[in-house]
């Protein structure tokens, strides 16, 4: 015989909080919650990046320039110079950075080869993107747009650019498919 009796104490209508598809949910005053969030949206923590290890190490040929309009990139090496081959996947590898200087260094650093890459842009295609694909699926908010604008500047950089991400989009629009509806009640994000 059972020495231990369970008691049941009355619940106001609605306050038995079960799960779906249980026996408790078919019952009478019973509220099915919903499944926990599987969190699409949630921030991916980013993995230190190349760009930082070789800011860190005085590998970029760049330095950071104040003047009376906001700060600049002062390279150290003409731009149309550069081995595109190696430095722009760095570049691009840093804007999963969020940090200042590394944030402001990869993007503008990126802007600087695009303006003056012309033909040697279009070869290195397949090596950014990966670092892009990264970039997107950290889902912060300042890195997608950041990233977003990037592309806009990519696509118009040089001729064929553009054709040239074609073969990649089953790569890149997923994440943005992700977020393709975040405008109608939530944030805004401006671009």
Not at 52 to 68: M, Q, T, V, W
Not at 82 to 95: I, N, S
Not at 146 to 170: C, D, F, I, N, W
Request: proline share 7%; net charge positive.
């Amino acid at each position: 015989m059972c020495t231990k009796m369970r008691t049941f104490e009355p619940l106001a209508k609605g306050e038995l909080k079960t799960q779906g598809f249980t026996v408790m949910s078919t019952m009478k005053n019973s509220v099915v919650v919903g499944p926990p969030a599987a969190g699409a949206f949630r921030e991916r923590p980013a993995k230190p990046t190349a760009f930082r290890k070789f800011y860190e190490r005085g590998d970029f040929p760049i330095a950071l320039e104040h003047d009376s309009k906001g700060n600049r990139i002062a390279w150290k090496v003409e731009i149309e110079k550069l081995d595109y081959h190696h430095y722009l996947p760095l570049f691009f590898d840093g804007l999963c950075e969020t940090v200042h200087p590394y944030e402001f260094f990869a993007r503008q650093g990126i802007h600087d080869m695009l303006e003056h890459g012309g033909n040697k842009v279009l070869p290195v295609i397949p090596q950014l993107i990966i670092p892009i694909k990264n970039a997107l699926n950290t889902r912060n908010r300042q890195v997608i747009c950041t990233t977003l604008k990037v592309l806009q500047h990519l696509v118009v950089s040089a001729e064929m650019v553009g054709e040239a991400l074609v073969p990649y989009y089953r790569q890149i629009l997923p994440i943005l498919n992700i977020f393709k509806n975040m405008n109608t009640h939530q944030t805004y994000i401006s671009l």
